[in-house]
Structure formats: structure tokens, C-alpha cells
């Protein structure tokens, strides 16, 4: 059965830090390169970065140097450390094996952790 739990978000002041965490099943962690993604409200679901199961990254242009993703190979984990936050980084963040967005509608979600960044 498929598993992904995010948690970590919160409030955060603009400049601030959160680091996310998201436990993913076996079945998914081992195979797959995992990704974190969000969505902030009437936007669509986009993806944040991404890590292989070698270890590399990549990120999209809006968060890189700011977001640093890690994975826990031992632990079936995956995190986000996300550094001086903007409030366009508001959004409910989730975690998934890498996907193209066709397929995002076609594949199981967790429940996300929400991420508000506000003075």
C-alpha cells in the first residue's frame, strides 16, 4: 500500500526556515527518484525539486539556492530544508516519486503539510 506522510510545515516570517519531512513507502522509495511538490491556492500543482536515488538534485528556478532537497535512504524519508522563505512560497507542500504533471491526476497524494509564510 502506498504511503506518503508530509509534515513540518507551519508560519513562518518572511526570511524565516522550515525544514519538511515526508515518509514514503518501500515500494516507492527504492525505485523511484521522489520529488517534492506545491500548490498554492487557485494555482496549479508544481513541482519544487527532485533527488534520484544516487542523491542528485534539481530544482525549479524560483526556489534554487533557497531549498536544499535530501533523502534518507535508511529511513525511506525525504526532506526539503527551505531557507529564507518568501511569502510566494505559501503553498501546501507535498511529496511524490517524480512525476510529469499528465500524471499527477492518475497517482496517489498524501495530505500535504501546509507552508504560510506572513509578517
Known amino acids: 500500500q502506498v504511503q506518503l506522510v508530509e509534515s513540518g510545515g507551519g508560519l513562518v516570517q518572511p526570511g524565516g526556515s522550515l525544514r519538511l519531512s515526508c515518509a514514503a513507502s518501500g515500494s516507492i522509495f527504492r525505485i523511484y527518484a521522489m520529488g517534492w511538490y506545491r500548490q498554492a491556492p487557485g494555482k496549479q500543482r508544481e513541482l519544487v525539486a527532485t533527488?534520484?536515488?544516487?542523491?542528485?538534485?534539481n530544482y525549479a528556478d524560483s526556489v534554487k539556492g533557497r531549498f536544499t532537497i535530501s533523502r534518507d535512504n535508511a529511513k525511506n524519508t525525504v526532506y526539503l530544508q527551505m531557507n529564507s522563505l518568501k511569502p510566494e512560497d505559501t503553498a501546501v507542500y507535498y511529496c511524490n516519486k517524480e512525476l510529469r504533471p499528465q500524471l499527477y491526476a492518475y497517482n496517489y497524494w498524501g495530505q500535504g503539510t501546509q507552508v504560510t509564510v506572513s509578517s
Open positions: 533527488i534520484t536515488r544516487g542523491g542528485a538534485t
